[in-house]
């Protein structure tokens, strides 16, 4: 699934087909959310940046110092939002969801006591985020907490790892779960949270910290 755009950004293939998160996500939400939404920031991104510094860096250099460009909040908000859903992608994975596992598991005991606590207090970040969002589980020094963003916000503009999100824009879900948000976040906790991608994460934290 490889998209052509011009431009030096590019949409990156999903890590799976567009149906295999059926019947969680559908393959006619996929075909909207990644198709259209996301091929649009990276679209609208690739315009905007054009003959700008911003053309020349890589996506989370983009983020970084257009988050602190009052003239590039266009140009912040699309590449904030390619990441996001990029991010979001690999954090998903058919047949995924369960409980914890790895170096994460011990983490979420030690930070939230259990993985119930976990995915009480992940689903209700998602719930709770007022209007368009994201809910995310991160890692800062060592240490894991749950904190969302609005709109495209993104924890990487503060230098804070995140291991997973959840998409809570109405196009993630409303074709699938119309205003029951809370099902729509709880199923993807449930079926679909790609746990080995979040190890990866807090492995690389790691590894960053330590550098």
């Known amino acids: 699934m490889n998209a052509k755009v011009s431009g030096p950004f590019t949409l990156p293939s999903l890590p799976w087909d567009e149906a295999a998160l ?3 996500i559908s393959a006619r939400t996929m075909s909207f959310h990644y198709g259209k939404h996301h091929k649009a920031y990276v679209d609208k991104l690739n315009e ?6 911003y053309a020349e860096m890589p996506l989370e250099q983009v983020i970084v110092a257009a988050a602190k460009d009052e003239s590039a909040k266009k140009i912040f908000n699309n590449a904030a939002q390619i990441w996001n859903h990029t991010f979001f992608w690999n954090a998903l994975k058919p047949g995924g969801g369960g409980k914890p596992n790895g170096e994460v598991a011990g983490a979420i005991d030690a930070a939230f006591g259990s993985p119930d606590a976990f995915k009480k207090k992940f689903a209700q970040a998602a719930v709770d985020q007022f209007g368009s969002g994201w809910a995310w589980l991160v890692v800062k020094d060592g240490k894991l907490s749950i904190t969302s963003t609005s709109n ?3 924890p990487i503009t503060d230098g804070i790892t995140p291991l997973l999100t959840i998409d809570v824009w109405e196009h993630a879900y409303y074709l699938d779960y119309q205003n029951k948000r809370p099902d729509f976040a709880n199923a993807v906790i449930d079926k679909l949270v790609n746990w080995d991608f979040a190890n990866l994460q807090f492995k690389t934290a790691a590894q960053r910290k330590a550098a």
């Open 48 to 53: 905007l940046a054009a003959g700008t510094k």
């Open 152 to 154: 495209a916000g993104t």
């Open 22 to 24: 059926d019947p969680v």
